[in-house]
């Protein structure tokens, strides 16, 4: 049996980075780490899932892609299903107010390289079979990758991003503040920061100091689910001031109320990879959403955080946390009634827009009455198409900002 393990590190840097000489210990702790696992654990079920991942990648872990024309950037795997709606009942992310920063890569042709993105090394877009949109291929040994952002982080502020693994996993995510080599300067850039480790299953919080000659202090740890090769892996961080949150699909494995400095300036982000691995649907969106006020005091709430599969009115799992949170504030103030009115984006037709917006609003309205109970008749529906944006629609941005679903009190 080939054993794989798969091996993950994600480091937020909340401040500024570390030397080498921090690096050599972190990274000498986790390959301990990781030979301790890969002989504790060969499990029959993930043997299954490596034999069916194995089929699309050869055995140095490059993707292997059709020979015919219209296949060509295409990795094909055996399987690859999304979680369901229901497998998030648990889930209580709920992504900031508007989208500073979104790539899916809808508009990349495939085998270039994004351009809204840095990179050390080399990369390009690729299509995936049995799997909607393009992804971004990252190349191994310490590569970066950096989507160029240029802001400060606020204080409130989330990040979603799905990846998929062809087996072993081991890469990082810095947030940083000013650095001139922020790109390609070796390990941390900095003075100090915060970290993320992810180890299989298990992540561990910790901040260092003084370039790395103080030692790594643990805050906290969690333990997330087992990640099986071939499968998109949704990873959601949402910061709201010194409280952090992780999720990994639709489980949260940490919620430190104090995990992160009182004050951060970071304005780089940069992703480094030591395996190959694909990533898409990349979004950064800032602000701490009051449903209950806007709802209740202010009589309109609009949500970005209620999102569909492209051109259809089927509801992505990872909106629950949203439409639960409107679900509790109708619960609690059953004499309220409602409308939901959808929008979209300008790309395809003004019609076929309109329709999918109505489509969408009606969806949403089923969610809350099936899933949370709530009485139906308290609810109207209504779609807008793409004729309200509030953002121009000639960047991915825009296009996400006017992707949105409005709540709008009746009494």
Same mark, same amino acid.
């Given at each position: ?6 091996? +993950? ?39 299954? %899932? ?23 950037? $295409?990795?094909?795997?055996?399987? %690859?299903? $999304? ?28 085998? !270039? ?45 989330? &990040?979603?991003? !799905? ?11 810095? +947030? ?22 992810? +180890? ?20 906290? @740890? ?17 910061? $709201?001031?010194?409280?952090? #949150? ?23 982000? #940069? ?12 979004? +950064? ?7 209950? /006020? ?5 009589? @309109?709430?609009?949500?970005?955080? &209620?999102?569909? !599969? ?25 004499? &309220? ?33 099936? $899933? ?18 509030? /953002? ?20």
């Amino acid at each position: 049996m080939a054993k794989k393990l798969i091996f +993950l590190i994600i480091s937020i840097m909340l401040i500024v980075p570390v030397n080498a000489q921090f690096l050599k210990e972190l990274t000498q702790k986790v390959v301990e780490k990781t030979e301790d696992r890969a002989n504790q654990k060969i499990d029959e079920s993930i043997d299954k %899932t490596l034999d069916a991942a194995e089929g699309s990648f050869d055995e140095d872990g490059n993707p292997i892609e059709e020979e015919s024309a219209e296949t060509n950037n $295409q990795i094909n795997f055996n399987s %690859t299903q $999304q979680q369901d709606f229901q497998t998030y009942s648990k889930f209580d992310f709920i992504p900031g107010e508007e989208v500073i920063f979104f790539d899916d890569f809808s508009d990349v042709p495939v085998g !270039d390289f994004p351009l809204k993105w840095n990179t050390t090394a080399s990369g390009e877009i690729v299509t995936v079979n049995n799997v909607p949109g393009k992804w971004l291929t990252l190349v191994e040994d310490y590569s970066y990758y950096s989507p160029e952002i240029g802001i400060t982080y606020p204080e409130n502020f989330t &990040i979603e991003f !799905d990846m998929i693994y062809p087996g072993n996993i081991e890469w990082l995510m810095e +947030l940083y503040v000013n650095n001139t080599d922020y790109i390609s300067d070796a390990y941390y850039p900095g003075e100090g920061g915060f970290s993320i480790n992810a +180890l299989g299953e298990d992540i561990i919080i910790g901040n260092y100091s003084n370039r790395g000659e103080g030692e790594l202090r643990e805050v906290g @740890k969690g333990v997330g689910p087992e990640i099986n090769p071939g499968k998109i892996v949704r990873y959601s961080i949402w910061v $709201q001031g010194q409280r952090l #949150r992780i999720y990994v699909n639709e489980n949260k494995v940490i919620d430190i109320p104090r995990a992160l400095p009182k004050q951060f300036d970071e304005n780089y982000l #940069r992703i480094c990879t030591l395996e190959k691995a694909l990533i898409s649907n990349f979004r +950064l969106a800032v602000g701490a959403p009051d449903t209950r /006020s806007r709802l209740l005091t202010e009589g @309109k709430l609009v949500t970005r955080g &209620i999102t569909f !599969d492209s051109g259809s009115d089927i509801i992505k799992a990872e909106s629950y946390g949203v439409i639960k949170e409107i679900a509790d504030v109708l619960k609690e103030n059953r004499s &309220i009634r409602i409308k939901i009115v959808g929008h979209t984006d300008s790309d395809g037709a003004d019609d076929m827009n309109l329709t999918l917006s109505k489509k969408r609003s009606t969806a949403v309205k089923n969610a809350l009455a099936n $899933q949370f109970g709530i009485d139906a008749s308290r609810i109207e529906t209504d779609g807008k198409g793409e004729s309200e944006p509030v /953002s121009p629609n000639n960047t991915s941005e825009g296009k996400a900002n006017n992707r949105r679903v409005e709540f709008i009190k009746l009494t």
